[in-house]
Nanobody
Framework: QVQLVESGGGLVQAGGSLRLSCAAS????????MGWFRQAPGKTREIVAQ????????SYLRSVEGRITISRDNAENTVYLQMNSLRPEDTAVYYC??????????WGQGTQVTVSL
């Protein structure tokens, strides 16, 4: 089992920044990738960004490219999501997730991000 704990969400004005963190514990010896997902009210969950744990290669949802950056600290088993130039449409619950071999197997409890006008 892998436990994931997110932090860093909150309320911010449009144009502001937030940095989310996700710390992993437990059976962390096998990680293929980590990702950040979000789910807004009435919408389906979507992947925002993901990072390959060994190579560091990243991919992003098109609407966040250039504004949001995912990074990792392998030694600390932590993944970050730096979010800049936030927009009201970024408002959602953000979840981090852990993949051992392709699909995402473990999920955090989520952290609320609210962007006001």
């Amino acid at each position: 089992q892998v436990q994931l704990v997110e932090s860093g969400g909150g309320l911010v004005q449009a144009g502001g920044s937030l940095r989310l963190s996700c710390a992993a514990s437990g059976r962390t010896f096998s990680c293929y990738a980590m990702g950040w997902f979000r789910q807004a009210p009435g919408k389906t969950r979507e992947i925002v960004a993901q990072i390959n744990w060994s190579t560091g290669s990243t991919s992003y949802l098109r609407s966040v490219e250039g504004r949001i950056t995912i990074s990792r600290d392998n030694a600390e088993n932590t993944v970050y999501l730096q979010m800049n130039s936030l927009r009201p449409e970024d408002t959602a619950v953000y979840y981090c997730a852990w993949s051992t071999s392709g699909s995402y197997d473990y999920w955090g409890q989520g952290t609320q991000v609210t962007v006001s006008l």
